[in-house]
Structure formats: structure tokens, C-alpha cells
């Protein structure tokens, strides 16, 4: 029985999740009735949780108050020892960590725009953000705070770590964390896009934007929660009272949307718990999971076959796992399987999305997800999306093109970049993605594959997500990655590079069969790269070609 991915809706006058028409920056949408304002309302709802675990740290445990109450004394510090006015641009480059979130919440609270900082990057890289943005301040940790003074880092700067937050309470306590004048329209803060074929570029996000994208990611919950009541004959408000506290363990970096706005963020608004795991390892992952009661975990697919395999699995228990998702990239179908084996009864979800979006605009979650894995979710009511040529005529359900979207979701535009804004988003507010993918008749994304990450060889077009997905069915494929070469002749040829599972013995032939039996002919890799370690990621999980083609030596 085919599933209704839009019902219950939840989403009529009064409802909890109220959607209905709206102008938004010149042009009318639809909107969430309940994301106005600004993000100090979310942060207002803290201390009412009072002692409840919200951060675990280590021997570091931090309420919900006593967040509140941490962030309302940084934010005195930062107005009268650093001046932060309303407005002011105050970059953010910290490791995970309490620190940043305090900072975050504080620069939130006073008007200020958050500018969030690679801090996995060099510090040419972050010196560069930081100039790009004209920030009037950096707040960085230790290691940040050398490395933007070795790459010769003029500006202004605060190094914030624990010791400082120590003397900050001390120097301004019982302060009331403000609240902000900012409109709902205004700037909430800047994320970078990943620059890997290029100068990273500031996507400035609004705060109905990051409301929105918290808002979406609930309704696709309650959904969820509404289909299962439905199915046991019970309701839907008694199965939820029942839920013990959710807990997640951040793996994403928090200056990348996933880790701020859905992590961060998102757990404020469910009244959660983030417990921070810095440097991962499979098994000291699995022991916070056990330790710390983990209901949900979210991360890269690298992530996942790491806990598989991870031979401690076995003598932890794990049975506070509800649910399992996959950020950054699409679980692979063995990837799927042998997680729903292991994790039997477990829901699985994942979803669609981009810096641009705020996060995800299509999810699926329980059997809304398992009923076609292949897809990247279900587009959300609030978030348009439509398939276009490369005329930019849109083209029938189920054919391949460039997805688009609209919403009050998507950024304000980039920063200082009128004309690259004026080409990412048309006068009508659509956001061109880059990414080629097709969305059927009842709203099921699916991405074929990046648009610039197309191989085009002998006249037909290549989509190297779709030769990735059918190597790594192969069970002694640990990772791959494919990409174009020039070709005199072709055009491009195809190559792939491989990682093979531990002990497993792979040959070039043997992957060149195992993609000529699922796929045409002109599909099958011309040259076939084997290494023995994970594809080079970027920070938001994807596979990073230039680095891997100067790995292989062919930079």
C-alpha cells in the first residue's frame, strides 16, 4: 500500500504546525505561522527546563539554566569589554565545544550576526573568511587564535575558552541573557559553502530561515509519531509523553548547518541533550552511546560501516537507539541493509538540503524512508521544488534536471556577492541547487547527482552518484569515489577511485564487471584507482576530488 507522505498534515489553523500564506522578502509563500521572531525565542525557553542536562562535555555537564545563565554573562562581557553592538559581524572559530554554543547564543541575543568559521581550515583559509565578512571581532579558541595570527591575522580577536568563561561569570554574574531586537527577516547568521572549487562563499541566513528549518525537521517527527499512534490504536500525545529525553551525539562540526541548526539548535527546541564526541572513534562513540542513554544518531555513512564494524558493538548496549540517519550523503543500499539487521526495529531516516536551505527541504522518516530508500526524502510543504532544463524550463515529474527551491528556508542571498547571488536565485525567489535529481508526483526527491559532477563521454551523459551507488553494493568495496578524466578522443573517460574492505582482495576487472552487470555499458569505468584509506572529505562529508585527484597523482 502506497503511503500518503503529506498526511496527516498537522498544518490547518491552529494546528501545531499552522502553514499559511505569507510575503517574504517582496514575494509570497508559505510559511510556518509560528516562525516569527527572532532565535531568542528559542533560547528564552531554557530556563524554564531548569537542572535538565542540555550539554555533556567530558566531566562538563551544563543545564539548561545554567546555559542560559552562562550565555546572559558572555553577552555583558562581549558589550562592554568588546563593544558587539546590534548588527555587528563576530566571527565564531572554535573547535566543538560548550564555549561555541555559549558564544553563539550570546552574539544571538545582542543583535549580532554570527559568522561561522571553517575551524577545520588553515589559517589562510580562515583569515580569508574573516576578511571576506569584514568581522569587527574573532572569537577563536587556542589553536584558531595561532594559526589566524601566523597567516598574519590583523583584526581584532578574543581567545574564549573555559578559563575565560570562568572569568567572565565572575566578572559580570546573574546578567539576563537579553533578547534581540532583530527582525524576523534579518540576518541570523553566516555559513560558508564548502569552496572546493573555489573562494568559500558567506550564505547569509535569516532567522525565519533557521525557525523554519527547526520547524520542518518537528513536523516531519510528528508526522511520523501521527502514522505510528495511527497504526498501534493508541495516541499520538500518550506515545509521545512516554519518550524518555532526547540525547544525540554531535558528530558534525557546529559551524556547518547540520551541526548548528539541527543539532544545536534543534535539540534546544525538543529539549535534549548534546553530548559532544570531538575526534571520532567508533568506540568511544559507542561507549557515550551506551553511557549516555544516545535516542538518536545522525552522521556521515563513514560513521555508520565504522560502528558496524567496530568489534566492541557486541558488548554494548545500545538499546537506547530509536533512531538512525545518515547527514551529508545518501546510506548506500548495503550500507541500509546491514544496518537494519543490526539495528532491527530501529527508525531510519535522511533528507536533502544545502547550506543554501538551511538544512534539509526533503525528509523522510520510518516507513515514509524504507519505502523508497533510493529517494532523499519527501519535499516539505513549505519548501517548493521543482525540476528545470538547462533553459530553465520546467520539465515533466520524473525526468532528470537541475532542482529548485523556494521557501522561507532558503538564504538571503551571499555576502558582498550581488552577482553570484543574482545567479544562484531568480528574481522569483527559486534557488538553482546544482544538483540533478528528479521529484515524482507525490513529492519523492531523488539526486542523481551534483550538476558539475557530470562525466560526459562519447556523447552520453555519465552521473557518477549513479556508478558510486552500484560499486558500493559490492560487499568487498569499502568506499569510492568517481570522476572524469579529459580524454582527447572521448571527450572525458570515467574512472573510479577504490578503497576495498580490510583483507579483501579487489581487482580493476573485477569492478568494471560488477558495474557492466547493473549498468550500460558506456557506464563502466575506464580507469580504476585503488587506495588503502577513506576518500578525502570535506567538512560536510563530501568527497573532496581535488584533493583525491592530486592523492592519485592526477593534480
Known amino acids: 500500500m502506497q503511503i500518503d507522505p503529506r498526511a496527516p498534515g498537522l498544518t490547518g489553523p491552529g494546528e501545531p504546525f499552522e502553514i499559511c500564506e505569507q510575503e517574504v522578502n517582496g514575494r509570497q509563500m508559505r510559511v510556518f505561522a509560528g516562525a516569527t521572531g527572532n532565535l531568542s525565542a528559542l533560547f528564552a525557553t531554557m530556563p524554564g527546563r531548569g537542572d535538565t542536562d542540555f550539554i555533556v562535555d567530558g566531566e562538563r555537564r551544563i543545564s539548561y539554566a545554567g546555559f542560559h545563565a552562562l550565555a546572559g554573562s558572555v553577552a555583558a562581557a562581549l558589550t562592554d569589554e568588546y563593544g558587539v553592538q546590534v548588527g555587528d559581524r563576530i566571527a565564531i572559530a572554535m573547535h566543538n565545544s560548550p564555549e561555541w554554543m555559549i558564544a553563539f547564543a550570546a552574539l544571538s541575543a545582542l543583535g549580532a550576526i554570527p559568522v561561522l568559521i571553517n575551524s577545520r581550515g588553515s589559517g589562510e583559509e580562515m583569515r580569508y573568511c574573516a576578511e571576506d565578512i569584514a568581522v569587527s571581532l574573532i572569537i577563536a579558541d587556542v589553536r584558531r587564535a595561532e594559526k589566524l595570527a601566523e597567516a598574519g591575522y590583523q583584526g581584532k580577536s578574543l581567545v574564549f575558552d573555559e578559563a575565560m568563561l570562568g572569568d567572565m561569570v565572575a566578572r559580570y554574574p546573574d546578567q539576563a541573557l537579553p533578547d534581540s531586537s532583530a527582525g524576523t527577516d534579518d540576518p541570523a547568521c553566516i555559513l560558508f559553502t564548502s569552496g572546493t572549487t573555489g573562494r568559500p562563499k558567506g550564505a547569509i541566513i535569516s532567522h525565519r530561515a533557521m525557525l523554519t528549518g527547526i520547524l520542518m525537521a518537528q513536523h516531519a517527527g510528528a508526522r511520523f509519531a501521527a502514522r505510528m499512534a495511527a497504526q498501534m490504536g493508541i495516541d499520538p500525545a500518550a506515545m509521545m509523553a512516554g519518550r524518555p529525553q532526547s540525547a544525540i551525539l554531535l558528530i558534525f562540526p557546529l559551524f556547518h548547518v547540520s551541526g548548528c541548526q539541527s543539532m544545536f539548535l534543534g535539540i534546544i527546541a525538543r529539549g535534549g541533550k548534546i553530548v559532544f564526541h570531538k575526534r571520532w572513534n567508533p568506540a568511544e562513540a559507542l561507549r557515550l552511546v551506551e553511557e549516555e542513554k544516545i535516542t538518536e544518531f545522525t552522521g556521515p555513512p563513514m560513521t555508520l560501516w565504522d560502528l558496524l564494524n567496530e568489534p566492541t558493538r557486541a558488548t554494548r548496549d545500545l538499546s537506547t537507539i530509536g533512531s538512525i540517519a545518515s547527514g551529508g550523503q545518501a546510506l548506500a543500499p548495503n550500507l541500509l541493509a546491514a544496518l537494519q539487521e543490526a539495528f532491527p526495529r530501529r527508525v531510519f531516516g535522511g533528507g536533502y538540503g544545502m547550506t543554501e536551505t538551511t538544512g534539509s527541504v526533503s525528509l523522510a522518516m520510518g516507513d515514509l524512508y524504507t519505502a523508497r ?101 559490492h560487499p568487498d568495496v569499502a568506499d569510492v569515489a568517481a570522476f572524469g578524466m579529459p580524454d582527447e578522443r572521448l571527450g572525458e573517460r570515467l574512472a573510479v577511485a577504490v578503497t576495498p574492505e580490510a583483507g579483501r582482495d579487489l581487482s580493476a576487472d573485477t569492478v568494471r564487471e560488477h558495474v557492466r552487470k547493473h549498468l550500460a555499458d558506456y557506464k563502466v569505468p575506464a580507469d580504476v584507482y585503488f587506495r588503502d584509506t577513506p576518500m578525502p572529505r570535506n567538512a560536510t562529508g563530501k568527497v573532496d576530488r581535488l584533493i583525491l585527484r592530486h592523492e592519485i597523482g592526477l593534480a
Not at 528545470?388 to 532528470?400: A, C, I, Y
Not at 542571498?413 to 544538483?435: F, H, K, Q, S, V
Not at 508526483?441 to 555519465?462: H, L, P, Q
Open 373 to 473: 530508500p533510493e529517494c532523499s526524502g519527501v519535499a516539505h510543504d513549505v519548501a517548493e521544488m521543482r525540476v528545470v532544463d538547462e533553459n530553465g524550463s520546467v520539465l515533466p515529474s520524473g525526468e532528470v534536471g537541475e532542482i529548485c527551491v523556494r521557501g522561507p528556508m532558503v538564504m538571503l542571498g551571499y555576502w558582498n556577492r550581488p552577482e553570484e547571488t543574482a545567479a544562484a536565485i531568480d528574481a522569483d525567489g527559486w534557488l538553482r541547487t546544482g544538483d540533478l535529481g528528479t521529484i515524482d508526483e507525490i513529492g519523492y526527491v531523488a539526486i542523481v547527482d551534483r550538476k558539475t559532477n557530470m562525466v560526459i563521454s562519447k556523447g552520453e551523459n555519465i552521473y557518477c552518484a549513479e556508478v558510486e551507488r552500484v560499486i558500493s553494493e
